[in-house]
């Protein structure tokens, strides 16, 4: 082989990359309009943003409702405190049976139990909520 071929590395270069570049200012109630259309079409990039506005291509604007991403979130982190609380079952299990007699570890799984119920309970009862809620969320999107 007497033709090495070298690996430059790095990105494959793009058949027609965007060179040219203009600047645009605002005043600052153009900058407050335009920083609110931004936020609402979803866009990653302002200059995608401007490209896709400036040469009228279609954008979606999303609305997202603060009170279903603060629902999502909660119910996230609940949901994660709920399977911690399942581990720790496990581990109180075990350390009820080595160090209490049998009576007494019975009486404190029997006392467990009842605490687990409820916790099912409240479970069933979230997701009951979160069918609700997203019932309504469907329907609003229609």
């Given amino acids: 082989m007497s033709e090495k071929r070298r690996n430059k590395g790095g990105r494959n270069p793009k058949l027609d990359p965007a060179v040219f570049r203009y600047t645009v200012r605002f005043s600052e109630e153009e900058h ?4 609110s259309m931004f936020e609402k079409s979803g ?3 302002k200059s995608v943003f401007l490209k896709a506005h400036f040469f009228g291509q ?3 604007v999303l609305k997202v409702d603060k009170t279903l991403v603060d629902y999502y979130t909660k119910l996230s982190d609940f949901h994660a ?3 911690a609380i399942g ?4 581990q109180v299990v075990k350390e009820l049976r080595l160090h209490f007699s049998e009576k007494k ?3 404190l799984l029997y006392k467990l139990e009842q605490q687990t119920v409820e916790l099912v309970k409240l ?3 979230i997701v009951e909520l979160s069918r609700e ?3 309504k969320w469907s329907q609003k999107s229609v």
């Fill in 81 to 83: 405190q709920f399977r």
């Fill in 87 to 90: 581990t720790n079952y496990n």
């Fill in 123 to 125: 479970s069933r009862r």
């Fill in 58 to 60: 279609p954008f979606k």
């Fill in 105 to 107: 570890a019975m009486a």
């Fill in 32 to 35: 407050n309009r335009f920083l």
């Fill in 43 to 45: 866009v990653y990039a």
């Fill in 133 to 135: 809620m997203q019932e």
